[in-house]
Each structure stands twice: as structure tokens, then as C-alpha cells.
């Protein structure tokens, strides 16, 4: 069955980084768009990046435009999201997804929290 596995989540202070991974199994990854999405604390799900499966294509949610990037090795089946000047308001849980066709499937999670 297909799994998403995501890691690298923590404590960070505000202007810190971090860089998330999405380890995924059970299916062709190289087919899939890949995605990062988050959920903040009494907010709904939002996109936060997504990858072709060539990488040839990144779309950012305008709020971390600039200091996020999302990349993927698909010879490794991974997906990563780098991070950078952090802030609290991007405190949530992160989520990997993977989108082909009619195939969706979503990762557990990982938590982020921007504090001092």
C-alpha cells in the first residue's frame, strides 16, 4: 500500500530553519505531482507547495514565496521542503500528498512550531 512518511518537523525560533522530508513507498513516485500542505491551529488545510514529476514545474503559496522551496529526488522517492526565515505564523502541522489522476493519498503529518 502507499505511504507517505514525513520527518524533520520541531521547535524552531523565529528567522530559523528547518527542512522537511516525505519519504514515500508503494507506488511510482516519478508519476506524482507531489505537494506540501499545513494546518495551522483552528485553520483549514492550505497549500504550501507543490513539484511536477520532472520538477520542471513550483507553485508557492504567496506567504512563504521566497522563503520556502520544495525539491524532490525521485531516485530516492523523497520530497523535501526547506524552510527559511521562519516566522510564527507558519506554526502548523505539515503534510506530504501525492496527486495522479485519480490518486490522492496524504502523509500522517509532521509538526511545526516557530516560537521563542
Known amino acids: 500500500q502507499v505511504q507517505l512518511v514525513e520527518s524533520g518537523g520541531g521547535l524552531v525560533q523565529p528567522g530559523g530553519s528547518l527542512r522537511l522530508s516525505c519519504a514515500a513507498s508503494?507506488?511510482?513516485?516519478?508519476?506524482?505531482?507531489m505537494g506540501w500542505y499545513r494546518q495551522g491551529p483552528g485553520k483549514q488545510r492550505e497549500l504550501v507547495a507543490t513539484i511536477t514529476p520532472s520538477s520542471s514545474r513550483m507553485i508557492y503559496a504567496d506567504s512563504v514565496k521566497g522563503r520556502f522551496t520544495i525539491s524532490r529526488e525521485n531516485a530516492k522517492n523523497t520530497v523535501y521542503l526547506h524552510m527559511n526565515s521562519l516566522k510564527p505564523e507558519d506554526t502548523a502541522v505539515y503534510y506530504c500528498?501525492?496527486?495522479?489522476?485519480?490518486?490522492?493519498?496524504w502523509g500522517q503529518g509532521t509538526q511545526v512550531t516557530v516560537s521563542s
Open positions: 500528498n501525492a496527486a495522479w489522476a485519480r490518486n490522492n493519498y
Open positions: 508503494g507506488m511510482i513516485f516519478s508519476m506524482y505531482t
